[in-house]
DNA sequence: CTCTTTATATGATGCTGATCATGTAAATTC
DNA sequence: GAATTTACATGATCAGCATCATATAAAGAG
């Protein structure tokens, strides 16, 4: 049966939601065609109506992420302008984002899997981490451009990294130890 | 055809490496047992002599690139005995680790497949990290244990989190300056 | 209102991969 | 060295999954 043109749009939209949130949860290789289209309420037969493959999916996907992502960052960011660095510290390395990967850092989520992905994927990963460096300069402290551009993508590394670790381990306290330990480096130290 | 015992507790070892290796370039998904068989010169239908399932072999491999992992640090800091920490900084945050996923950490290389990964897998991360920070506490300054295990959960951190980000994005410049930003902050501040 | 277009549904198709069944020849055992 | 065990090979089974073919009913054009 046929959509409205508007209806279309509104399913492609909520198939690339749904697939960015069903990735980071289960991975590339964890979630196929039809449980994305059944997710949304569709079947599988429409998708290649809508995307070239699964491939290009995940890269589309992917860059929704990094969007999403951005845009919790800067919505953290205005939630305490006076300390706008910790805020997204505190965000970034609460037990709520490692809890539900779905709908947070994408690196943190797919990026051992994404190093291995497509030329598509692989470019969206390059512009949302380009994309997340930026925005982290802007608030980091350093007396020239380049020392906070480097400082921000030190941040950066180890905020993806302490999620990375914390979503690793099987022990709750030893998880909680990773990201206080972040979180305590990363406010105390301004190099 | 049988084989001696010791052949076969040899070719067992093989499949643990091979499986390690091939684990870490390809992630779990991205390499079947008949792969792992035929890498070491055997067939799939042994397989289940050795291992009771994959994921037997996935958290038994994983185990066992954190040992390696952890000898190629310890060699690291024993080449290097006057600036342990920088010779580990170093080694990890190398374009030659970055290129070389199937001999280097885990973490980097299967960190958020793990997170996904069943029970014996997770457990098996869980030991390799408290080892590996065991490992780093003694080559971190600091005033109290205390503050070097903080720091040194920090550090490594970092490293994997620039491992990753490096490892993702497509744009060779961008690598490595990622790499050198990381490797930049860890060795000037000494929280 | 009729005709055409098309977004989605239903139902193949073909491949890959985990696991199991059975055979075989070489190693152990006695 | 005969009997037995067993590590591995060959080949099947079964399920999951990407992709394609065809049908259908609703949207949009006239």
Redesign the pocket.
């Known amino acids: 049966?046929?959509?409205?043109?508007?209806?279309?749009a509104?399913?492609?939209e909520r198939i690339l939601d749904t697939a960015a949130t069903l990735f980071r949860e289960r991975g590339?290789?964890?979630?196929?065609?039809?449980?994305?289209?059944k997710a949304v309420?569709?079947?599988?037969?429409?998708?290649?109506?809508?995307?070239?493959?699964?491939?290009?999916?995940a890269a589309q996907a992917l860059g929704r992420a990094f969007v999403h992502s951005g845009q919790s960052a800067a919505e953290a960011r205005a939630s305490e302008p006076q300390a706008p660095r910790r805020a997204i510290i505190d965000r970034y390395l609460s037990p709520a984002h490692r809890d539900d990967p779905g709908h947070g850092c994408p690196v943190a989520a797919l990026g051992s899997d994404t190093a291995r992905q497509g030329e598509a994927s692989r470019l969206a990963a390059t512009e949302g981490v380009r994309a997340a460096i930026k925005g982290l300069c802007a608030i980091t402290p350093g007396a020239t451009a380049d020392e906070r551009r480097t400082s921000a993508i030190a941040s950066y590394a180890t905020l993806v990294g302490a999620l990375v670790l914390a979503r690793m381990v099987d022990d709750a306290a030893l998880s909680d130890e990773i990201l206080a330990a972040a979180r305590a480096e990363l406010c105390s130290a301004e190099a």
Not at 2 to 7: A, I, L, P, W
Request: cysteine-free; overall charge negative.
């Open positions: 049966m046929r959509v409205s043109r508007e209806q279309m509104e399913n492609r590339f290789d964890g979630v196929g065609v039809a449980d994305v289209m309420g569709l079947t599988h037969g429409g998708f290649y109506g809508h995307f070239s493959s699964k491939d290009d999916l």
